[in-house]
């Protein structure tokens, strides 16, 4: 039953698509590659380490202190 399923497939499923990767890789939106250059910030600032902390200090904190602001409310 299934040898069937796929002999009715039409040719065009079972091959791949190789013709759009030239014209991709030619595009002028391909960025750079490498190490960080796909995340949207520079670590090798002199204040990342800093500003990394207090950013995940303050993502990780915040439900903390809603939560204890929220106890102590009338």
Do not use: D
């Amino acid at each position: 039953m299934f040898a069937r399923s796929v002999a009715r497939l039409p040719a065009t499923a079972a091959r791949r698509g190789f013709h759009t990767t030239p014209r991709q890789m030619g595009s002028p939106f391909h960025y750079p590659e490498g190490p960080r250059s796909n995340i949207p910030f520079n670590p090798m600032t002199k204040w990342f380490a800093l500003r990394y902390w207090s950013f995940m200090a303050v993502g990780f904190g915040a439900p903390f202190g809603i939560a204890v602001w929220q106890t102590y409310k009338n």
